[in-house]
C-alpha cells in the first residue's frame, strides 16, 4: 500500500481498547516505549486515552496523554495531554511547566528517546479546592517524572481507556514500531483492577486508514506497527 492516508485529517490511527473488569476509574497507567522510531518529518501520535463521566453515568469527553515525533519540535520529540469535552470543546488547563516551541498548550517540549520505557499516567487529583486530572511521563531508565500539566473535565471518573497509534506519514514510508506493556488501572479506594485483554481496531482503508498497521503481542506487550503485513485482525482480543 502507497501513498498518504486519505481520511479527513490525512492520518491513519489503530487502537486497543482496554477490557476492564469495572468502570469507575481514578487512575491508570501504561508504559510506552518506541522500538523503532520514525525517520520521516512527519507527525506520529502515540498516546493512552481515557473517556471521562459524571457521576450519574453521563459522558464528560476525554483527553488523551502521549509521546510524539513532531517536527515543529526540538529534535522532532514532544510530549501532549489535552482532550475536549462531551460536546468538542477543547477542555482547560493549567500551563505547563514545560517549553513549547510551538506555543502550543497541549504539545510541549519534550525529550524521548528510542529503546526507552516511559511510564504514562494519568490519575485524579485535588487542586486548589477542585477537582483535575494529571498526566505524567516516567523515564523508567533514570526514574525521573515530569508532570506535564492539568487538565480540568467536568467528568469525576474514567469510564474507558484506549492505547492507540496516530500516523500521518505515508502508509508506505519505513516502518515504525512501539510497544505498550504494564497497563494498569485503579479504583478510588486503591484497588488495582484486572485489565483482561485489549480490543484491536483499525481505521479501515474504506475510512481513509492504511490497510498495512499491525498490532500484535510479543510476549512482553503490544507491538503496533506501520507499513507491515497485518498479523491480528480487526475485532480480535489480545490477551493481557
Known amino acids: 500500500m502507497s501513498g498518504f492516508p486519505t481520511s479527513s485529517n490525512r492520518a491513519s490511527s489503530f487502537h486497543l481498547?482496554?477490557?476492564?473488569?469495572?468502570?469507575?476509574?481514578?487512575?491508570?497507567?501504561?508504559?510506552?516505549?518506541?522500538?523503532?522510531?520514525?525517520?520521516?518529518?512527519?507527525?506520529?501520535?502515540?498516546a493512552l486515552q481515557t473517556d471521562f463521566a459524571k457521576g450519574d453515568g453521563s459522558r464528560a469527553g476525554g483527553a488523551h496523554l502521549g509521546l510524539q515525533w513532531h517536527p515543529g519540535h526540538p529534535g522532532s520529540t514532544a510530549v501532549n495531554w489535552g482532550g475536549y469535552d462531551q460536546q468538542g470543546k477543547i477542555l482547560s488547563g493549567s500551563e505547563s511547566e514545560l517549553a513549547s516551541k510551538m506555543a502550543n498548550p497541549h504539545t510541549r517540549d519534550f525529550l524521548w528517546r528510542a529503546a526507552v520505557p516511559y511510564r504514562l499516567k494519568v490519575e485524579r487529583i485535588s487542586r486548589k479546592g477542585h477537582s483535575a486530572w494529571q498526566g505524567t511521563v516516567t523515564d523508567l531508565s533514570t526514574e525521573v517524572t515530569t508532570v506535564v500539566r492539568d487538565l480540568y473535565s467536568p467528568g469525576d471518573h474514567i469510564c474507558g481507556v484506549t492505547m492507540w497509534s496516530e500516523v500521518f506519514a505515508r502508509c508506505d514510508d519505513p516502518s515504525v514500531a512501539i510497544r505498550w506493556s504494564d497497563a494498569e488501572a485503579e479504583s478510588f479506594d486503591g484497588t488495582r483492577l484486572q485489565v483482561t485483554g485489549f480490543g484491536v481496531n483499525y481505521q479501515s482503508?474504506?475510512?481513509?486508514?492504511?490497510?498495512?498497521t499491525d498490532s500484535s503481542g510479543d510476549g512482553v506487550g503490544i507491538v503496533q506497527r506501520t507499513?507491515?503485513?497485518?498479523?491480528?485482525?480487526?475485532?480480535?482480543?489480545?490477551?493481557?
Not at 477490557?19 to 525517520?39: C, D, K, M
Open 17 to 46: 481498547n482496554w477490557h476492564l473488569s469495572q468502570a469507575a476509574i481514578q487512575a491508570v497507567s501504561v508504559t510506552l516505549e518506541i522500538l523503532v522510531e520514525p525517520t520521516v518529518d512527519r507527525l506520529y501520535f502515540w
Open 205 to 212: 482503508y474504506q475510512d481513509g486508514g492504511c490497510a498495512n
Open 227 to 240: 507499513a507491515v503485513h497485518r498479523l491480528t485482525k480487526q475485532g480480535q482480543v489480545i490477551s493481557r
